[in-house]
């Protein structure tokens, strides 16, 4: 029988590589989570087949812009009693060429061929987020599509609003520093080297400042091509780490053990599950279904190994609040809300106040970063721009002196 390479998410939240043999994958697969692993990936022994197994399941997704223009022009036609069929035909007639309009074209293609459109859109893979499909299915099963369009377009913009939001936040300051960090470059391997040279042809008796800041230049002067491979290397090594299952798994580890970070981390991996999860559960998809659909449209690795544990234990019998109460990804406050909505049967909109919350005190805390880098940044440069000046001229003061006497 073949041989496969596994890598597995244990219950402890632990990632393990083990080289198992089956049948198949469908079996060894089924046999593992039977077992109570979280199956990241399973490769067969041989590299070759391994990669090419990889490199077919790369798919490209559509533009998020171009998916919320055509769900909202799609629940508008809906919302008109215009069959779904129908509808597909007269976007893809306005529609031009390109990615989007292939994956909308095989889509009508399964939906004439008898295939339900929640199937249709999920059997293109990645090229629609798997949230969607769950959704529309929820939809077909109830008759309420149009509604359940319209709220997970709520939903996205909603996601994409606290993406924007951040980033303009972030804008500003990275712009500073890029700016700073160019300055002082300027300053140690161009103006600084130019006094150097003029300092050491006059002979003259350096201060220690000024001999430190020329230090400090040969540094950055002679071990540019260093720095600059550093700056190229770390990001690439770390892009390569993260394309495999293990490497996001620890990456997303570390992340929520920065200081500072790790906690806004947190906020923004909780309030993405709630929203997701309330979405989903208001749609009328039972929670357990929607647990696995949240797991896979998680970004973060270790929330996804998580939730695959909550879920295990709520198709066990456990109440959802205590299942996440279990794992390291919640916080007290999450839980208690959670447990609340259980309770009063208010599940969606408590999960969606949840994700309001921490909404609210990420954009908090992104705020209150911005406003103390800011004044930091400029601190620390006209520190390093006084330094410098200074070693510039403190031996230009004393050659004056020498001169004069």
Not at 261 to 273: D, E, S
Request: glycine share 6%.
């Amino acid at each position: 029988m073949p041989r496969f390479v596994c890598r597995l998410g244990t219950t402890g939240g632990d990632l393990v590589v083990q080289e198992l043999v089956a049948a198949t994958e469908s079996v060894l697969k089924a046999q593992l989570q039977d077992k109570g692993y979280y199956v990241f990936s399973i490769k067969p022994k041989h590299a070759l087949a391994g990669f090419s197994t990889a490199a077919l399941q790369r798919k490209k997704s559509v533009p998020a812009k171009d998916f919320v223009t055509f769900n909202q022009e799609f629940s508008a036609l809906l919302k008109a009693g215009l069959p779904v069929l129908t509808a597909l035909n007269l976007l893809l007639a306005r529609k031009g060429q390109g990615f989007f309009h292939q994956m909308l074209t095989l889509v009508r293609d399964d939906v004439q061929g008898g295939t339900s459109l929640s199937d249709a859109f999920k059997n293109r893979g990645n090229a629609f987020p798997l949230i969607y499909s769950a959704t529309v299915a929820a939809g077909e099963r109830s008759g309420e599509l149009v509604e359940v369009i319209q709220r997970y377009l709520f939903f996205l913009r909603t996601m994409q609003a606290i993406k924007k939001k951040i980033v303009s936040a972030m804008i500003y300051p990275i712009i500073l520093l890029t700016l700073s960090v160019g300055l002082v470059f300027l300053l140690l391997t161009v103006i600084v080297p130019k006094f150097s040279t003029l300092f050491l042809g006059a002979g003259a008796k350096l201060p220690a400042l000024t001999q430190f800041v020329l230090s400090v230049s040969k540094v950055f002067q002679y071990g540019w091509p260093f720095f600059l491979a550093v700056l190229v290397g770390v990001p690439l090594g770390l892009k390569v780490y993260a394309s495999r299952p293990e490497g996001r798994f620890a990456l997303a580890k570390l992340r929520l053990r920065i200081p500072m970070l790790g906690m806004n981390v947190k906020r923004y991996n909780i309030a993405q599950m709630c929203r997701t999860l309330g979405t989903l559960v208001a749609g009328g998809i039972p929670v357990v279904s929607a647990l696995d659909v949240v797991a896979e449209a998680m970004s973060n690795e270790l929330y996804k190994v998580e939730l695959k544990q909550v879920r295990q234990h709520v198709m066990e019998g456990q109440a959802l609040w205590a299942s996440m109460e279990k794992t390291r990804m919640m916080t007290p406050m999450a839980v208690e809300m959670i447990e609340v909505g259980e309770s009063t049967g208010s599940l969606a909109e408590m999960l969606d106040q949840v994700s309001q919350f921490y909404d609210e005190e990420l954009s908090t805390a992104v705020e209150r970063f911005v406003a103390l880098l800011e004044p930091m940044l400029l601190l620390v440069m006209a520190v390093v721009i006084a330094v410098v000046v200074l070693s510039v001229y403190m031996p230009l003061f004393s050659m004056y002196n020498l001169v004069g006497n």
